[in-house]
């Protein structure tokens, strides 16, 4: 076939092609457009009032806890050494970037199972006590400031149990 027949032949395809007619279009229904999602809290600790509240008592129960192990033990509590204050301080903020990196405070934590707030405290308890007493071994020469044997027990208890008989009704209203 030469060419010029096989463009010929090509755009009388193409005619026979456009002028088949084409089937009626069946009609469909639209679907309903989704539900907006709720506001993202990007950038926020700690959004809502329970959760904020929950931070707050969460971390003076971290001090708290650090103090009360001192004393079960039998030490005296030194405010004037900076070295108590320097593991306070540590705690706290180990707390805070522990509790932030999983979502301690998300605003939905009263969705969890109440397994799933086990899991999160207890590595944030067993995290927070590894670094005090690595901290404690580096800045103490010889003499405890804290005490850290009834510090991981003591926190675990009350956070846990506030965060279960409190917390997670209050978020939930």
């Not at 009360?68 to 405010?79: A, D, E, F, V």
């Not at 199972?113 to 944030?124: G, R």
């Not at 405890?144 to 009350?158: G, K, Q, R, T, Y």
Request: hydrophobic share 50%.
């Amino acid at each position: 076939m030469q060419p010029q027949q096989l463009s010929e032949s090509v755009s009388q395809s193409t005619l026979s092609v456009e002028s088949t007619p084409v089937a009626p279009r069946v009609q469909t229904k639209e679907l309903a457009l989704p539900v907006s999602a709720p506001k993202v809290t990007s950038g926020r600790l700690a959004p809502g009032f329970a959760a904020k509240l929950n931070l707050l008592v969460d971390l003076l129960l971290v001090m708290a806890s650090l103090l009360g192990s001192t004393l079960l033990m039998g030490h005296s509590i030194q405010l004037g050494n900076l070295d108590l204050w320097l593991l306070l301080g540590m705690a706290g903020l180990g707390w805070l970037l522990l509790g932030s990196a999983l979502c301690l405070y998300d605003p939905r934590f009263s969705d969890r199972a109440p397994l799933d707030d086990l899991a999160l405290v207890s590595i944030t308890v067993v995290s927070v006590t590894g670094t005090l007493y690595l901290e404690r071994l580096l800045i103490a020469g010889g003499m405890p400031v804290v005490a850290l044997s009834f510090f991981p027990l003591l926190l675990w208890l009350s956070v846990l149990g506030l965060r279960q008989f409190v917390f997670r009704p209050l978020a939930v209203r």
